[in-house]
Structure formats: C-alpha cells, structure tokens
C-alpha cells in the first residue's frame, strides 16, 4: 500500500512539475511577443560596408529615401507593423546594394 502512495506521490510531483513548465513557458513566449508589439522605432540606423576606402556609392540619407518609399516612414510606427522581410527584399532589388538586413 505505501509504495502505491508513493508512486501516487510521485506521478503527481511530475504532473505537477509539467503543468509549471508550460504555464512557464507560456508566460515568456507572451511576454516576448508582447514586448516586440510595443516598441516604437525612433530612429533609423545605416551602416554602409564598403571594400573601396574613401568612395561610397550611397549616401545614408538616399537609403533612407528608398527605405520610405518602400515601406512609408517607419518613424513612430510599432516594430511589429513593420514588414523586415519587405525592406530587405525592396532594398536588394537595388543595383547599388549587394545585400541588406533589417
């Protein structure tokens, strides 16, 4: 009889340490998604890489230009309103640049 309570005992002890684990989990996934729906974008930050010192082919500011004709200005906007996959496809579609990431 006792080792049946035991083992009642520990089957419960693991169903219990799995419902926490996933309300655990759950609770960070929310809060992970919820977090990126409410950062606003405040800035827009270029790094340009160029193998040819002291000669850039474009300038931040026409960057910038392309970027707000692709997707709008995405100043004061929610991070999650915003398309990366977009940007970066409209961005590549440009001759002058070789590769982009948002």
Same mark, same amino acid.
Do not use: H
């Given at each position: 009889?006792?080792?049946?309570?035991?083992?009642?005992?520990?089957?419960?002890?693991?169903?219990?340490?799995?419902?926490?684990?996933?309300?655990?989990?759950?609770?960070?996934?929310?809060?992970?998604?919820?977090?990126g729906k409410?950062?606003?974008?405040?800035?827009?930050?270029?790094?340009?890489?160029?193998?040819?010192?002291?000669?850039?082919?474009? *300038?931040?500011?026409?960057?910038?230009?392309?970027?707000?004709?692709?997707?709008?200005?995405?100043?004061?906007?929610?991070?999650?309103d915003i398309?990366? *996959?977009?940007?970066?496809?409209?961005?590549?579609?440009?001759?002058?640049?070789?590769?982009? *990431?948002a």
């Open positions: 009889m006792d080792k049946l309570r035991m083992a009642f005992s520990k089957r419960q002890w693991m169903l219990s340490a799995v419902i926490i684990a996933i309300i655990l989990i759950l609770f960070i996934w929310n809060r992970m998604n919820f977090a409410n950062r606003i974008i405040s800035d827009i930050k270029i790094e340009i890489k160029n193998p040819i010192k002291d000669f850039q082919f474009l *300038t931040n500011q026409e960057i910038i230009e392309r970027v707000q004709s692709s997707i709008g200005n995405p100043i004061g906007k929610s991070a999650a398309s990366l *996959t977009q940007l970066e496809q409209a961005l590549n579609k440009n001759p002058e640049i070789s590769s982009s *990431t």
